[in-house]
């Protein structure tokens, strides 16, 4: 299916150094347990999470006493999964509320990562399952960013709301909030700057959005999603934690798994960093964005 397929390399990479980690050995015993949380490691899986799962399947083979290393693929499938269980925030994409609408997303990350092309994703899903969309062109530093996104709301046949460049992004937001409730929309989404070199910059240009927005409808926004380059790895969780310091990001969607074997970055983000993987990118396509569940994508990286 479309996970296997886009988390081919990741997957490639970890089946790899696992078996090299295991290699000539028939019990795991420390050397390979240690061989393993390299491999963890540098699967880019993340410090704290490998020592957590290292830990897990200490406890296991001290229990069970003979562990055969042809059993570790299957043993790692579980412990890892065993992180998530349980986890009060699995789910599968966004879940809108029956109680008010419309939907407001607010979209933020660095530029590069995909942050349009997410939005351009979710706007032509949305649509598909026959939701109202609009969208906000709140980047309003980058022209190129505003064209990005209007070709991207004619992909998905949805409305781009934009003011010129250089204008207020508040301003903007204000608008496409407005226009959605006089149009009876389902769902908002903003595209705004990512510029995280000026923290405080950002912090009061998101605040000051959000604020406006809140005007329109308090409700908003509903979701401010974070949108990461899985194909950094490390550099992603890194990425993200400074967001979340700067702003109250509720839901992360990472991006460009499909070419990179780093994708084992999202066992340790879904698991260290407390916001909730809401989305997966596996392509540049309009299709190619997946809603994302812990225990599946576990699965689909062990098989
Ligand atoms: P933005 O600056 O954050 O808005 O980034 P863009 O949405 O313009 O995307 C930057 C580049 O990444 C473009 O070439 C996209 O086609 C590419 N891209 C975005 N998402 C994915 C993905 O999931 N997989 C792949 N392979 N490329 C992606």
């Known amino acids: 299916e479309v996970l296997d397929t886009g988390l081919q390399k990741t997957k490639k990479s970890v089946i790899d ?3 090299h980690a295991i290699a000539g050995k028939s019990r795991v015993d420390d050397e390979v347990l240690d061989n393993v949380e390299g491999a963890l490691i540098s699967s880019d899986v993340g410090i704290d999470t490998t020592l957590e799962i290292i830990s897990r399947i ?6 069970e006493k003979y562990v055969n290393t042809s059993e570790l693929t299957s043993i790692l499938k579980e412990e890892i999964s065993a992180l998530f269980a349980g986890d009060p925030t699995e789910t599968e994409g966004f879940v809108f509320p029956d109680d008010h609408k419309p939907f407001v997303i607010m979209v933020v990350g660095v530029n590069g990562v995909g942050k349009t092309t997410t939005i351009g994703k979710l706007a032509y899903q949305f649509k598909q399952a026959g939701l109202k969309v609009v969208l906000g062109a709140a ?3 980058r022209a190129a960013a505003v064209d990005q996104l209007c070709i991207w709301g004619e992909r998905a046949g949805v409305p781009v709301i934009k003011q010129q460049m250089g204008s207020d992004p508040a301003s903007v937001a204000f608008d496409t909030v407005s226009h959605a409730v006089a149009s009876g929309a389902d769902v908002v989404i903003i ?3 990512g510029r995280l070199h000026n923290k405080v910059g950002l912090m009061n240009e998101l605040t000051k959005i959000k604020n406006v927005m809140k005007k329109v409808v308090a409700t908003a926004p509903d979701e401010i999603l974070l949108v990461l380059d899985g194909s950094t790895g490390q550099n992603a969780f890194e990425q993200a934690k400074q967001f979340i310091k700067a702003t109250d990001v509720t839901s992360l969607a990472i991006t460009k798994l499909d070419g990179t074997a780093k994708g084992g970055a999202v066992i340790g983000i879904s ?3 407390n916001v909730p993987v809401r989305y997966i990118g596996l392509g540049e396509q309009i299709n190619d964005l997946q809603p994302f569940n812990n225990r599946e994508f576990v699965e689909s990286l062990f098989e």
């Open 271 to 273: 698991h260290e960093l």
């Open 17 to 19: 150094k696992i078996t």
């Open 58 to 63: 200490e406890a296991r083979v001290a229990k």
């Open 191 to 193: 595209d705004t700057a």
């Open 139 to 141: 980047d309003t530093f």
